[in-house]
């Protein structure tokens, strides 16, 4: 239920060599949007932000439509449902290029690791850095949850307001 749950957003910097956490964020998705590409894309602009003055960055994301929206470039992305978001990314990804950095986003497996079924294209810093951010994004999610009791009341208005209008048509 999109307007009774909440997203949160996480993302991970994870060492290629030891597999250790270098960096991580995570925080509620703000807004009445409360959707899962949203959370992914507000990580994706979070991320960037913070490895802003990194000359080389490649983020690694599990959201398909991301990584293709990025691939075909800034009027895609901003003509996209999520455009504000994307404004957000490619004011970022602007700076960088300013000062010559290279930035791309690359397709990671989703939940790899719980399916026992890594993903061999990419490398396991990758992989691991995904499972982390997914459980980052679900503390942030738990930073907003809607009060049961509030959640409860709601559903019970919502049948109500079933009833009336089947007894109007």
């Known amino acids: 239920d999109s307007v009774l749950s909440r997203c949160g957003w996480g993302w991970t910097e ?12 995570f925080g509620p998705l703000d807004g009445h949007a409360q959707t899962m590409p949203r959370a992914e894309l507000v990580a994706i602009a979070q991320a960037l932000a913070y490895f802003e003055q990194e000359p080389s960055l490649t983020i690694f994301s599990d959201h398909l439509n991301h990584v293709r929206e990025f691939g075909k470039g800034r009027a895609a992305c901003l003509l996209s449902a999520q455009g504000d978001l994307w404004r957000e990314v490619w004011a970022v990804i602007d700076r960088r290029r300013a000062q010559n950095f290279h930035t791309s986003i690359a397709k990671v497996r989703a939940h790899g690791i719980e399916k ?3 993903d061999p294209t990419v490398m396991p810093a990758a992989t691991v850095g995904n499972a982390v951010a997914d459980i980052l994004a679900g503390r942030g999610a738990d930073l907003s949850q809607v009060d049961p009791a509030a959640v409860e009341k709601v559903r019970r208005l919502r049948g109500k307001q079933d009833l009336v209008i089947r007894r109007l048509v």
């Open 14 to 25: 994870i060492c290629q060599h030891s597999l250790r956490i270098g960096a991580g964020c």
């Open 116 to 118: 026992g079924q890594p």
